[in-house]
């Protein structure tokens, strides 16, 4: 049984004020982050998954310090940049191995 899909309310400086935020259905969950200028971030996970919101602010940050740091990478294109997919697996490695702190 899927439940009602969250929207929004109360968002931090960092997240848009519009958009989908969560939807949990068929045994999973679809967490959104949508920034102020416009970068959607969607995790899926089981549901009960501790910290979605931290490592979805994480992904945000390693975006920022490896995407847009890369001369070669544009706006509004999709993220192909190694060192950002190195990162995100990392982040994911610590996750499963035991949990995310933030920076």
Known sequence: ???PVKLPGN?????ADDGIEEIEG?????KCLQTRTGIKFVLTAEP??????????????LY????????FY????????ELFT??????IERLESGGVKSR
């Open 86 to 91: 190195l990162a995100v697996d990392g982040l």
């Open 11 to 15: 968002k931090s400086p960092a997240g």
């Open 48 to 61: 009960g998954t501790a910290d979605l919101d931290s490592v979805l602010r994480e992904i945000y940050v």
């Open 64 to 71: 920022s310090e490896c995407a847009l740091k890369d001369p």
């Open 26 to 30: 068929g045994g999973v969950i679809l």
């Open 74 to 81: 544009e706006l509004e294109m999709p993220i192909r940049c």
């Open 1 to 3: 049984e899927a439940s």
